[in-house]
């Protein structure tokens, strides 16, 4: 069955750029949506179809996919980016999977 | 105001049932398909099942297959996730979440706030 891996943290410091991975095979024949989950809180899409991003989401959210990595970008990171990320695909039709997650630490 | 809020969580030992409710508002909920995910305590997102009513879809997650069920109220739009011989590892907040009918790629664009069941004796 097809698997998603992230890491399961990345640090950054504050107005760096912080990259956060999805490794799958050849996830770039597969559309690539993007969670943020804050303690406590439900998800939040941040990007869809790659590199889409849904209306209020700030434009230092970006996304790519190619190959076997698909990557969210988050630019000039603030304090309130800390979250855990998903990444997630469909896995035929009607089958749908998430990536472990990864935890961004904001130093 | 779009929204999907589940109701119906709580503790259940081993083996017994429990019926979470996600109730759906603010949108043409015909034109979605109804997704539950659900997070156990600490980890990460795991997909659990599909119910969209127009070819009466179901789908599930294997760790589930046999012992969920999944159907819809049309009158009070409301999807319900029936769970039985529920386990252990089954602890976790239930969420539901909308994807558009026709798409077999989307983006689940809205959340609910999430119920929490747990199983234990």
């Known amino acids: 069955s097809y698997v998603l891996t992230q890491p399961p943290s990345v640090s950054v410091a504050p107005e760096k750029t912080a990259r956060i991975t999805c490794e799958g095979n050849?996830?770039?024949?597969?559309?690539v949506h993007w969670y943020q989950q804050k303690p406590g809180q439900a998800p939040v899409l941040v990007i869809y179809?790659?590199?889409d991003r849904p209306s209020g989401i700030p434009e230092r959210f970006s996304g790519s996919n190619s190959g076997n990595t698909a990557t969210l970008t988050i630019s000039r990171v603030e304090a309130g980016d800390e979250a855990d990320y998903y990444c997630q695909v469909w896995d035929g039709s009607n089958y749908v999977l998430f990536g472990g997650g990864t935890k961004l630490t904001v130093l | 105001q779009v929204q999907l809020v589940e109701s119906g969580g709580g503790g259940v030992q081993p083996g017994r049932s429990l019926r979470l409710s996600c109730a759906a508002s603010g949108f043409i909920f015909s034109s979605y398909a109804i997704h539950w995910v659900r997070q156990a305590p600490g980890k990460g997102l795991e997909w659990v099942a599909v119910?969209?009513?127009?070819?009466?879809?179901?789908f599930f997650a294997d760790s589930v297959k046999g012992r969920f069920t999944i159907y819809g109220d049309n009158s009070k739009n409301t999807i319900f996730l029936q769970m039985n011989s529920l386990r252990a590892e089954d602890t976790a907040v239930y969420y539901c979440?909308?994807?558009?009918?026709?798409?077999?790629?989307?983006?689940?664009?809205?959340w609910g706030q999430g119920t929490t069941v747990t199983v234990s004796s």
């Open positions: 050849n996830i770039g024949s597969k559309s």
């Open positions: 119910f969209s009513r127009d070819g009466g879809t179901k």
């Open positions: 979440t909308r994807v558009p009918l026709g798409t077999t790629n989307g983006a689940f664009d809205i």
């Open positions: 179809y790659d590199s």
